[in-house]
Protein backbone atom coordinates (compact mmCIF):
# COMPACT_ATOMS: atom_id res chain seq x y z
CA UNK A 1 0.00 0.00 0.00
CA UNK A 2 1.32 3.08 -0.44
CA UNK A 3 0.92 6.61 1.22
CA UNK A 4 2.16 9.33 0.10
CA UNK A 5 4.38 11.35 2.28
CA UNK A 6 2.79 14.22 3.97
CA UNK A 7 5.49 17.12 4.72
CA UNK A 8 8.42 16.47 7.06
CA UNK A 9 7.60 12.42 6.74
CA UNK A 10 9.00 9.33 4.82
CA UNK A 11 7.16 7.93 2.14
CA UNK A 12 5.63 4.80 4.04
CA UNK A 13 4.55 1.48 2.67
CA UNK A 14 3.06 -0.99 4.21
CA UNK A 15 1.85 -4.45 4.15
CA UNK A 16 -2.15 -4.38 2.93
CA UNK A 17 -5.20 -3.87 5.22
CA UNK A 18 -5.97 -7.59 5.24
CA UNK A 19 -2.80 -8.25 6.97
CA UNK A 20 -3.27 -4.74 9.27
CA UNK A 21 -6.09 -5.96 10.71
CA UNK A 22 -4.25 -8.98 12.35
CA UNK A 23 -2.28 -6.74 14.93
CA UNK A 24 -2.61 -6.85 18.43
CA UNK A 25 -5.36 -3.84 18.97
CA UNK A 26 -5.00 -3.17 23.00
CA UNK A 27 -2.98 -0.23 23.31
CA UNK A 28 -4.82 2.84 21.15
CA UNK A 29 -2.50 5.25 21.53
CA UNK A 30 0.64 3.23 20.90
CA UNK A 31 2.49 3.19 17.71
CA UNK A 32 0.51 1.03 14.98
CA UNK A 33 1.75 -1.83 12.79
CA UNK A 34 4.13 -0.08 11.00
CA UNK A 35 5.25 2.21 13.52
CA UNK A 36 2.89 5.28 12.86
CA UNK A 37 1.36 6.83 15.61
CA UNK A 38 -2.33 5.87 15.93
CA UNK A 39 -4.16 9.07 14.98
CA UNK A 40 -7.94 7.91 15.99
CA UNK A 41 -9.96 5.56 19.18
CA UNK A 42 -10.76 3.01 16.77
CA UNK A 43 -9.67 -0.25 17.99
CA UNK A 44 -7.71 -0.91 15.64
CA UNK A 45 -5.79 0.55 12.56
CA UNK A 46 -7.86 -0.93 10.12
CA UNK A 47 -11.40 -2.54 10.79
CA UNK A 48 -13.43 -4.76 8.79
CA UNK A 49 -17.42 -5.04 9.20
CA UNK A 50 -18.63 -7.98 7.72
CA UNK A 51 -22.04 -9.52 7.64
CA UNK A 52 -23.53 -8.56 4.71
CA UNK A 53 -24.30 -11.38 2.14
CA UNK A 54 -24.33 -9.29 -1.04
CA UNK A 55 -22.75 -5.93 -2.40
CA UNK A 56 -22.74 -2.81 -0.04
CA UNK A 57 -23.67 0.18 -2.13
CA UNK A 58 -24.16 3.37 0.16
CA UNK A 59 -22.53 3.74 3.72
CA UNK A 60 -22.62 6.69 5.97
CA UNK A 61 -21.30 7.85 9.74
CA UNK A 62 -24.09 9.20 11.54
CA UNK A 63 -23.77 13.37 12.57
CA UNK A 64 -21.69 11.91 16.19
CA UNK A 65 -19.43 9.53 14.16
CA UNK A 66 -20.38 6.78 16.81
CA UNK A 67 -22.38 4.59 14.44
CA UNK A 68 -22.37 3.70 10.47
CA UNK A 69 -25.81 3.13 8.42
CA UNK A 70 -24.90 0.83 5.41
CA UNK A 71 -27.51 -0.59 2.49
CA UNK A 72 -26.74 -3.14 0.26
CA UNK A 73 -27.87 -5.54 -2.77
CA UNK A 74 -29.66 -7.75 0.16
CA UNK A 75 -32.22 -4.89 0.94
CA UNK A 76 -31.20 -4.40 4.48
CA UNK A 77 -29.64 -1.27 6.43
CA UNK A 78 -26.89 -2.54 9.03
CA UNK A 79 -26.33 -0.15 11.74
CA UNK A 80 -22.61 -0.61 12.79
CA UNK A 81 -21.02 0.96 16.02
CA UNK A 82 -17.95 2.91 14.82
CA UNK A 83 -16.04 1.79 18.20
CA UNK A 84 -15.03 -1.67 19.91
CA UNK A 85 -15.36 -4.60 17.88
CA UNK A 86 -17.71 -2.62 15.47
CA UNK A 87 -20.76 -4.85 15.75
CA UNK A 88 -23.96 -4.69 14.03
CA UNK A 89 -26.42 -3.95 16.35
CA UNK A 90 -29.38 -3.34 14.15
CA UNK A 91 -31.08 -4.50 11.06
CA UNK A 92 -33.83 -2.27 9.00
CA UNK A 93 -35.45 -4.29 6.97
CA UNK A 94 -38.77 -3.51 4.72
CA UNK A 95 -37.30 -2.30 1.24
CA UNK A 96 -38.11 -4.67 -1.65
CA UNK A 97 -35.14 -4.08 -3.39
CA UNK A 98 -31.70 -3.12 -3.35
CA UNK A 99 -30.30 0.50 -1.12
CA UNK A 100 -28.89 2.00 -3.60
CA UNK A 101 -28.49 5.49 -1.23
CA UNK A 102 -28.86 6.57 2.82
CA UNK A 103 -28.33 9.43 4.54
CA UNK A 104 -28.97 10.49 8.25
CA UNK A 105 -31.11 13.38 9.10
CA UNK A 106 -28.97 16.55 10.64
CA UNK A 107 -29.99 15.48 13.66
CA UNK A 108 -28.70 11.28 13.17
CA UNK A 109 -32.36 10.43 14.94
CA UNK A 110 -33.50 9.43 11.52
CA UNK A 111 -32.38 7.47 8.35
CA UNK A 112 -33.62 7.96 4.74
CA UNK A 113 -32.92 5.43 1.82
CA UNK A 114 -33.84 4.89 -1.58
CA UNK A 115 -34.20 1.42 -3.18
CA UNK A 116 -35.25 0.45 -6.74
CA UNK A 117 -38.77 -0.69 -5.28
CA UNK A 118 -39.98 3.30 -6.35
CA UNK A 119 -40.01 4.01 -3.15
CA UNK A 120 -38.09 6.61 -0.34
CA UNK A 121 -38.40 5.48 3.30
CA UNK A 122 -37.88 7.14 6.82
CA UNK A 123 -36.40 4.96 10.08
CA UNK A 124 -36.53 5.92 13.30
CA UNK A 125 -32.84 4.83 14.67
CA UNK A 126 -33.83 4.58 17.91
CA UNK A 127 -36.61 1.71 17.69
CA UNK A 128 -35.39 0.07 13.98
CA UNK A 129 -38.81 1.04 12.70
CA UNK A 130 -39.84 2.59 9.22
CA UNK A 131 -42.02 5.53 9.76
CA UNK A 132 -42.51 6.62 6.30
CA UNK A 133 -42.65 5.04 2.83
CA UNK A 134 -42.60 7.82 0.27
CA UNK A 135 -44.09 5.98 -3.15
CA UNK A 136 -45.06 8.21 -5.78
CA UNK A 137 -42.24 7.39 -8.20
CA UNK A 138 -42.81 5.13 -11.08
CA UNK A 139 -39.46 3.62 -11.28
CA UNK A 140 -35.80 3.09 -9.36
CA UNK A 141 -34.99 5.65 -6.80
CA UNK A 142 -31.79 5.86 -7.20
CA UNK A 143 -30.87 8.95 -4.78
CA UNK A 144 -32.06 11.08 -1.78
CA UNK A 145 -30.95 13.64 0.26
CA UNK A 146 -32.60 15.34 3.52
CA UNK A 147 -31.97 18.84 4.09
CA UNK A 148 -29.28 20.30 6.77
CA UNK A 149 -31.42 22.82 8.35
CA UNK A 150 -34.82 23.71 8.56
CA UNK A 151 -37.62 21.73 7.90
CA UNK A 152 -37.72 18.40 7.42
CA UNK A 153 -37.76 18.12 3.65
CA UNK A 154 -36.16 15.04 1.51
CA UNK A 155 -35.47 14.92 -1.96
CA UNK A 156 -35.35 12.19 -4.22
CA UNK A 157 -34.33 11.39 -7.83
CA UNK A 158 -35.52 8.73 -10.04
CA UNK A 159 -35.16 6.58 -13.31
CA UNK A 160 -38.90 7.77 -13.67
CA UNK A 161 -37.03 11.27 -14.75
CA UNK A 162 -37.78 13.06 -11.96
CA UNK A 163 -36.78 14.38 -8.63
CA UNK A 164 -39.54 14.44 -5.32
CA UNK A 165 -39.48 16.77 -2.36
CA UNK A 166 -41.21 15.27 0.21
CA UNK A 167 -42.13 16.97 3.65
CA UNK A 168 -41.92 14.44 6.68
CA UNK A 169 -44.98 16.11 8.06
CA UNK A 170 -47.17 15.78 5.15
CA UNK A 171 -48.33 12.88 3.35
CA UNK A 172 -47.05 12.60 -0.50
CA UNK A 173 -44.36 14.60 -2.44
CA UNK A 174 -45.17 18.44 -2.15
CA UNK A 175 -43.33 18.95 -4.99
CA UNK A 176 -42.23 17.44 -8.27
CA UNK A 177 -39.34 18.55 -10.96
CA UNK A 178 -39.67 17.20 -14.16
CA UNK A 179 -36.54 16.11 -16.17
CA UNK A 180 -36.25 14.45 -19.54
CA UNK A 181 -33.71 12.09 -18.30
CA UNK A 182 -33.08 9.37 -15.65
CA UNK A 183 -32.20 11.52 -12.25
CA UNK A 184 -28.96 9.71 -10.60
CA UNK A 185 -28.15 11.94 -8.07
CA UNK A 186 -29.63 14.73 -5.90
CA UNK A 187 -28.87 17.00 -3.29
CA UNK A 188 -29.77 19.78 -1.58
CA UNK A 189 -28.00 23.71 -1.28
CA UNK A 190 -27.15 24.44 2.20
CA UNK A 191 -29.98 27.04 3.11
CA UNK A 192 -32.75 24.21 1.16
CA UNK A 193 -34.26 26.92 -1.31
CA UNK A 194 -32.89 24.98 -4.50
CA UNK A 195 -31.36 21.64 -5.38
CA UNK A 196 -29.30 19.71 -7.96
CA UNK A 197 -29.74 16.76 -10.34
CA UNK A 198 -27.48 14.97 -12.02
CA UNK A 199 -28.36 12.01 -14.18
CA UNK A 200 -27.76 10.29 -17.86
CA UNK A 201 -27.55 13.69 -19.78
CA UNK A 202 -24.73 14.25 -18.21
CA UNK A 203 -25.77 17.61 -16.63
CA UNK A 204 -25.98 19.34 -13.31
CA UNK A 205 -29.10 21.14 -13.01
CA UNK A 206 -30.17 23.92 -10.23
CA UNK A 207 -33.88 24.34 -9.62
CA UNK A 208 -34.95 27.00 -7.70
CA UNK A 209 -37.77 25.61 -5.05
CA UNK A 210 -40.28 28.72 -5.05
CA UNK A 211 -39.82 29.08 -8.89
CA UNK A 212 -40.36 25.28 -9.10
CA UNK A 213 -38.26 25.11 -12.25
CA UNK A 214 -34.43 24.74 -13.39
CA UNK A 215 -32.65 27.98 -13.30
CA UNK A 216 -29.39 26.52 -14.17
CA UNK A 217 -27.50 23.66 -16.23
CA UNK A 218 -23.66 22.86 -15.56
CA UNK A 219 -22.11 21.29 -18.14
CA UNK A 220 -18.85 19.59 -18.22
CA UNK A 221 -19.48 15.96 -17.46
CA UNK A 222 -19.08 13.76 -20.33
CA UNK A 223 -21.10 10.55 -19.00
CA UNK A 224 -23.68 10.04 -16.42
CA UNK A 225 -23.07 11.76 -12.84
CA UNK A 226 -23.07 8.79 -10.60
CA UNK A 227 -22.62 10.71 -7.39
CA UNK A 228 -23.09 14.37 -5.89
CA UNK A 229 -22.21 15.87 -2.63
CA UNK A 230 -22.46 19.68 -0.88
CA UNK A 231 -19.06 20.81 0.57
CA UNK A 232 -19.08 21.31 4.76
CA UNK A 233 -19.89 25.15 4.13
CA UNK A 234 -22.16 24.86 1.34
CA UNK A 235 -20.18 26.53 -1.33
CA UNK A 236 -19.09 23.85 -3.31
CA UNK A 237 -20.60 20.64 -5.08
CA UNK A 238 -18.60 18.13 -5.50
CA UNK A 239 -20.16 15.58 -8.92
CA UNK A 240 -18.93 12.07 -9.70
CA UNK A 241 -19.27 10.62 -12.86
CA UNK A 242 -18.92 7.84 -15.32
CA UNK A 243 -16.24 9.64 -17.33
CA UNK A 244 -13.73 8.98 -14.58
CA UNK A 245 -13.65 12.64 -13.54
CA UNK A 246 -14.47 14.31 -10.09
CA UNK A 247 -15.39 18.06 -10.40
CA UNK A 248 -16.42 20.95 -7.78
CA UNK A 249 -18.54 23.26 -9.19
CA UNK A 250 -18.75 27.37 -7.31
CA UNK A 251 -22.27 27.48 -5.86
CA UNK A 252 -22.13 30.70 -4.62
CA UNK A 253 -24.33 33.42 -6.26
CA UNK A 254 -22.56 35.55 -8.49
CA UNK A 255 -19.65 33.18 -9.12
CA UNK A 256 -18.39 33.10 -13.05
CA UNK A 257 -20.02 31.84 -15.92
CA UNK A 258 -17.65 28.56 -15.93
CA UNK A 259 -18.36 27.09 -12.39
CA UNK A 260 -16.53 24.01 -12.87
CA UNK A 261 -13.01 25.03 -10.60
CA UNK A 262 -11.82 21.98 -10.12
CA UNK A 263 -11.32 18.26 -11.56
CA UNK A 264 -9.96 15.46 -10.42
CA UNK A 265 -8.96 11.99 -12.04
CA UNK A 266 -7.60 8.76 -11.05
CA UNK A 267 -10.57 7.02 -10.11
CA UNK A 268 -12.29 4.21 -12.54
CA UNK A 269 -15.67 3.51 -13.49
CA UNK A 270 -16.18 0.52 -15.67
CA UNK A 271 -19.01 -2.12 -17.29
CA UNK A 272 -20.74 -2.78 -13.81
CA UNK A 273 -21.87 1.07 -14.11
CA UNK A 274 -22.32 1.47 -10.42
CA UNK A 275 -23.86 4.66 -9.06
CA UNK A 276 -20.23 5.54 -7.32
CA UNK A 277 -20.78 8.11 -4.92
CA UNK A 278 -17.95 11.04 -3.21
CA UNK A 279 -17.83 13.14 -0.23
CA UNK A 280 -16.04 15.68 1.39
CA UNK A 281 -13.71 15.71 4.58
CA UNK A 282 -15.60 17.44 7.26
CA UNK A 283 -13.12 20.29 6.87
CA UNK A 284 -13.45 20.95 3.04
CA UNK A 285 -9.46 20.10 2.54
CA UNK A 286 -10.01 16.40 1.08
CA UNK A 287 -12.47 14.88 -1.50
CA UNK A 288 -12.89 10.96 -1.93
CA UNK A 289 -15.03 8.85 -4.84
CA UNK A 290 -15.43 5.41 -5.40
CA UNK A 291 -13.80 3.56 -7.96
CA UNK A 292 -14.16 0.41 -10.12
CA UNK A 293 -10.48 0.08 -9.45
CA UNK A 294 -11.14 -1.52 -5.88
CA UNK A 295 -8.99 1.34 -4.79
CA UNK A 296 -9.95 4.18 -2.15
CA UNK A 297 -8.85 7.42 -3.78
CA UNK A 298 -8.55 10.35 -1.32
CA UNK A 299 -7.34 13.96 -2.64
CA UNK A 300 -5.91 17.27 -1.39
CA UNK A 301 -8.44 19.99 -2.70
CA UNK A 302 -5.85 22.94 -2.98
CA UNK A 303 -3.13 20.67 -4.99
CA UNK A 304 -5.81 18.39 -6.29
CA UNK A 305 -3.03 15.69 -5.77
CA UNK A 306 -3.68 12.49 -5.09
CA UNK A 307 -2.64 11.86 -1.26
CA UNK A 308 -4.14 8.05 -0.71
CA UNK A 309 -4.81 5.07 -2.71
CA UNK A 310 -5.59 2.96 -0.37
CA UNK A 311 -6.37 -1.03 -1.17
CA UNK A 312 -7.89 -4.23 0.53
CA UNK A 313 -11.44 -4.09 -1.08
CA UNK A 314 -12.27 -7.13 -4.03
CA UNK A 315 -14.45 -5.27 -5.44
CA UNK A 316 -15.94 -1.90 -6.77
CA UNK A 317 -15.37 0.45 -3.93
CA UNK A 318 -19.00 2.53 -4.20
CA UNK A 319 -18.94 4.85 -1.72
CA UNK A 320 -16.07 6.35 0.81
CA UNK A 321 -16.99 8.24 3.70
CA UNK A 322 -14.96 10.56 5.99
CA UNK A 323 -15.73 10.59 9.74
CA UNK A 324 -17.40 14.01 10.98
CA UNK A 325 -14.67 14.33 14.31
CA UNK A 326 -11.80 11.89 13.56
CA UNK A 327 -8.98 11.18 11.05
CA UNK A 328 -11.28 7.97 9.82
CA UNK A 329 -12.27 6.84 6.08
CA UNK A 330 -15.31 4.75 5.77
CA UNK A 331 -15.40 2.46 2.46
CA UNK A 332 -18.56 -0.04 0.85
CA UNK A 333 -17.70 -2.32 -1.63
CA UNK A 334 -19.36 -4.86 -4.02
CA UNK A 335 -17.40 -7.53 -2.18
CA UNK A 336 -19.82 -7.08 0.73
CA UNK A 337 -17.24 -5.67 3.09
CA UNK A 338 -17.06 -2.36 4.93
CA UNK A 339 -13.62 -1.06 5.81
CA UNK A 340 -12.33 1.82 8.63
CA UNK A 341 -9.31 2.86 8.21
CA UNK A 342 -7.33 5.56 10.03
CA UNK A 343 -5.71 7.74 8.03
Request: glycine residues 8%.
Amino acid sequence: MEIMPRENENALSGPRPMEWSTVPHNAPQGPGPIGKNRTSSLEAPIMLLSGHPSAVYTMKFNPAGTLIASGSHDREIFLWRVHGDCKNFMVLKGHKNAILDLHWTSDGSQIVSASPDKTVRAWDVETGKQIKKMAEHSSFVNSCCPTRRGPPLIISGSDDGTAKLWDMRQRGAIQTFPDKYQITAVSFSDAADKIFTGGVDNDVKVWDLRKGEATMTLEGHEDTITGMSLSPDGSYLLTNGMDNKLCVWDMRPYAPQNRCVKIFDGHQHNFEKNLLKCSWSPDGTKVTAGSADRMVHIWDTTSRRILYKLPGHTGSVNECVFHPTEPIIGSCSSDKNIYLGEI
